[in-house]
């Protein structure tokens, strides 16, 4: 079975429920989406003959993702570009996909502020192609089509290992990977979720994620819409004010958001807007227990700390939280893997495993693992071995099978021969400050290899305070930035994924030195 074709069986069976909604006002039924996908794929293919992608700039939104559900239909494979990575980046990802057409919006591009090219075909224009003959035959295939018919005029292909989509990674550490993701890895993924949250007509699903993201996609799309619950879109997940208004008028019942957010929120979103809550899983960053506690008193609901990554469709662990359940949650973990996925950790160096209850570097497996990165099969070798796919991440395993994440392997700097984990830095500043508002980074040292530098957000602390109490704490003097080496400033770069854009922070740091040795 097919992504697309799950959705149809939805659609039918919940005709005459709430599909999707987003904060234009824009709301569709189980069966006006189908009938709006299936007009809209035959617009989509008579415009992409000979075409194997398509690329989506659209943001999280009704029209985004009926696109997404069309391109498929009409037997391509959609492309969400990352519309906040930068021209360099989506460069890269028409390069690698041979992306001749590009479906986005004008009235998008106009609030975004991203300029037209040649490629791109319009929403606007596309609703206009739509033809007569198109709408007649998308409500007869709708309302009367046997499914099996339908599987075959929409997506001939039934195979479940074909490419469903290629999602770029975010680049936080360097130049983007296409991540090929099949229907059935997707699909493996949605019934691994799916057995923690089961949906029923009544849930809606508040979806703030861009689907460029793979928790976007997979979570906030895919998800919810196979279900057979509701999902309302907002694209700007830090836009709190509308995003509690949405809550409350759809009577929300998941979110899947980060840390970050989800700070923003419990800042202006009021406890009877988020009321109907009763799922809301964090992730791409590290959940701060302080935080953890304030947003559970604040709304009366707990956080869950979620893992995953794009590799793996993207969710391998939840900590699931819901009281007088066998599967409890363990605070500081990210929890157990989720059905259909396996987990272990190994010795970093030698690779032996696996080993339980000690650090090591963490490898998972399951039927949501990605073929493989798109053009790229050296660099694809280097992280499936045997089946497993090495993560880059460090952590540990308890007895009980909760995954504990210590740090990546690309937030270590060598210092001094000596390896020295930048989160274990950032939770100490943060300590330090009372709030989460640091980052840490490294440049190059002739002499140690490294040198840290750290950023916080708290304007009203000045860095040699900062630095004083950094000595006051347990951490080795190795692992101090120096006291030149501790700047604040106005933001912390992030992705529009809400992660940390690592790669922005180094250049962040190379510019705050510079400046530096000029004055």
């Known amino acids: 079975m097919l992504l697309h074709h799950q959705f149809f069986a939805t659609a039918r069976r919940c005709s005459s429920q709430l599909a999707m909604a987003d904060s234009t006002g824009m709301k569709l039924t189980y069966g006006q989406a189908l009938i709006a996908t299936l007009a809209f794929a035959r617009a989509i293919h008579r415009r992409t003959v000979g075409q194997e992608m398509v690329g989506l700039m659209l943001p999280a939104s009704v029209g985004g993702a009926l696109a997404n559900i069309a391109a498929l239909a009409a037997g391509r494979i959609p492309v969400n570009l990352n519309f906040t990575a930068g021209g360099d980046s989506i460069a890269i990802a028409i390069e690698r996909c041979k992306i001749k057409t590009i479906i986005t919006s004008r009235t998008f591009l106009d609030k975004s502020g991203i300029a037209a090219t040649p490629a791109m075909v319009f929403l606007e224009d596309i609703r206009k192609s739509v033809t007569r003959t198109d709408k007649v035959t998308a409500l007869l295939h709708a309302k009367l089509a046997p499914m099996a018919l339908l599987r075959r005029a929409y997506g001939p292909?039934?195979?479940?290992?074909?490419?469903?989509?290629?999602?770029?990674?975010?680049?936080?550490?360097?130049?983007?990977?296409?991540?090929?993701?099949?229907?059935r890895n997707i699909l493996s993924n949605i019934e691994g979720f799916a057995d923690l949250f089961p949906m029923t007509p009544q849930d809606c699903f508040i979806g703030v994620l861009p689907f460029f993201h793979s928790f976007g996609l997979t979570g906030t799309l895919w998800f919810p819409l196979i279900s057979g619950c509701a999902v309302a879109f907002h694209p700007n997940p830090m836009d709190s004010k509308v995003v509690g208004e949405l809550a409350s008028t759809y009577k929300g019942t998941m979110l899947i958001a980060t840390p970050t957010f989800a700070n923003a929120y419990m800042r202006r979103c009021t406890r009877e807007q988020f009321q109907h809550m009763r799922h809301v899983v964090v992730g791409a960053e590290k959940l701060r227990q302080p935080l953890a506690e304030a947003f559970a008193q604040h709304f009366g609901v707990e956080l869950m700390e979620g893992y995953g990554c794009t590799e793996m469709s993207p969710v391998i662990s939840v900590n699931f939280a819901h009281v007088g359940t066998a599967n409890p949650s363990k605070p500081g973990s990210v929890g157990r893997p989720i059905k259909g996925v396996s987990a272990k950790v190994v010795d970093q160096h030698t690779g032996e495993g696996p080993i339980v209850g000690r650090e090591g570097l963490l490898l998972v497996k399951g039927d949501c693992l990605m073929r493989g990165y798109l053009g790229e099969p050296e660099r694809s070798a280097e992280v499936l071995r045997d089946g497993w796919y090495v993560t880059g991440d460090i952590g540990s395993i308890d007895a009980d099978g909760f995954i504990t994440i210590t740090d990546r392997l690309s937030r270590f700097s060598k210092i001094g021969g000596e390896m020295v984990p930048h989160l274990r830095i950032e939770d100490a500043i943060n300590e330090v400050l009372g709030e989460v508002c640091a980052a840490v980074t490294a440049v190059p040292d002739d002499t140690r290899g490294e040198r840290l530098v750290a950023f916080y957000t708290k304007q009203d602390v000045p860095p040699g305070h900062v630095w004083e109490q950094l000595n006051q704490t347990a951490l080795p003097r190795l692992w101090l930035p120096r006291k030149d080496h501790i700047f604040v400033t106005d933001a912390i770069p992030t992705l529009g994924s809400g992660k940390v854009n690592l790669q922005a922070l180094r250049q962040l740091a190379q510019g705050a030195l510079t400046e530096n040795i000029g004055s």
């Open 157 to 183: 292909s039934d195979d479940a290992d074909a490419l469903a989509t290629v999602v770029f990674s975010s680049g936080s550490t360097g130049v983007p990977k296409g991540v090929m993701l099949t229907h």
